[in-house]
């Protein structure tokens, strides 16, 4: 029998969100997109959206994109 439940939404009980703009904000880096705090929270908190759109303006692929998402995990758990 479940006695209890533990739900942790990203960032309520460990602030990680700055770590998550960092590690996204490096794998953007590298294809020539500034992303800034103001933007990244734009688009993931406010629209919900994430920041990948920005990649594919820079004609990035499908199959590139899912190497950089690979990327910005490990960096993300690096940091």
Do not use: C, P
Not at 4 to 22: K, P, Q
Not at 28 to 53: C, D, K, N, P, R
């Amino acid at each position: 029998m479940i006695r209890a439940l533990f739900w942790d939404n990203d960032g309520v009980l460990v602030d990680t969100e700055r770590l998550y703009f960092e590690a996204t904000r490096r794998v953007m880096e590298e294809l020539g997109v500034s992303l800034t705090q103001a933007q990244f929270t734009e688009y993931m908190l406010v629209q919900g959206i994430g920041a990948w759109h920005l990649a594919f303006k820079n004609g990035v692929t499908e199959e590139r994109l899912s190497k950089l998402r690979r990327r910005r995990d490990e960096n993300y758990s690096d940091l």
